[in-house]
T-cell receptor, first 113, second 114 residues
Framework: AQSVTQLGSHVSVSEGALVLLRCNYSSSVPPYLFWYVQYPNQGLQLLLKYTTGATLVKGINGFEAEFKKSETSFHLTKPSAHMSDAAEYFCAVTDTGRRALTFGSGTRLQVQP | SQTIHQWPATLVQPVGSPLSLECTVEGTSNPNLYWYRQAAGRGLQLLFYSVGIGQISSEVPQNLSASRPQDRQFILSSKKLLLSDSGFYLC?????????????FGNGTRLTVT
């Protein structure tokens, strides 16, 4: 069975500060990993994904994530937060045997001016 | 390009009333289709997914049902709504070519059962 744990339901950073959103997964087979962003009352938008190959994945809006198999982690980072980054972020996992994603419970990012 | 349409955007329904939410996808063929529910302050729960017309898999037992009458149409229904059915319902599609295909989401329907 797959599962995703996002540490910290709320994260607050200052504008210009580093953003770090944590995601750990559990999977019995090599995983495919995703990060999504959700703005209020909207659907989810794909930020980035890891399938195979390079473990450092770059996404939209300056975000990136690194797949670390030894730590079963896929943390999301951005060097400098913008006010427009305030949203809820979801980590998700799947594998070749499943068709649907399993999502974490989400982390709400607040950016202070 | 592919687009996904979901409606209505908001809905307020009394307990015991029926429900029908519709989702359509354009610009792709034979997509995998999904219904997720997002309760307040919680993550996304997979309700149903479909890999083809008339093929529905239910992930959790509940008061809801889903149907796929056409290749790019996915409908979420209930005969009698419960208060616990309130939430934000999201339709999504993915390519049927493999597990590494990302999901593409609609804008959601916020359902309030009163």
């Amino acid at each position: 069975a797959q599962s995703v744990t996002q540490l910290g339901s709320h994260v607050s950073v200052s504008e210009g500060a580093l953003v770090l959103l944590r995601c750990n997964y559990s999977s019995s087979v090599p995983p495919y990993l995703f990060w999504y962003v959700q703005y209020p009352n909207q659907g989810l938008q794909l930020l980035l994904k890891y399938t195979t190959g390079a473990t450092l994945v770059k996404g939209i809006n300056g975000f990136e994530a690194e797949f670390k198999k030894s730590e079963t982690s896929f943390h999301l980072t951005k060097p400098s937060a913008h006010m427009s980054d305030a949203a809820e972020y979801f980590c998700a996992v799947t594998d070749t045997g499943r068709r649907a994603l399993t999502f974490g419970s989400g982390t709400r990012l607040q950016v202070q001016p | 390009s592919q687009t996904i349409h979901q409606w209505p955007a908001t809905l307020v329904q009394p307990v015991g009333s029926p429900l029908s939410l519709e989702c359509t996808v354009e610009g792709t063929s034979n997509p995998n289709l999904y219904w997720y529910r997002q309760a307040a302050g919680r993550g996304l729960q997979l309700l149903f997914y479909s890999v083809g017309i008339g093929q529905i898999s239910s992930e959790v037992p509940q008061n809801l049902s889903a149907s796929r009458p056409q290749d790019r149409q996915f409908i979420l229904s209930s005969k009698k709504l419960l208060l616990s059915d309130s939430g934000f319902y999201l339709c999504a599609w993915s390519s049927s070519t493999g597990g590494n295909s990302p999901l593409h989401f609609g804008n959601g329907t916020r359902l309030t059962v009163t």
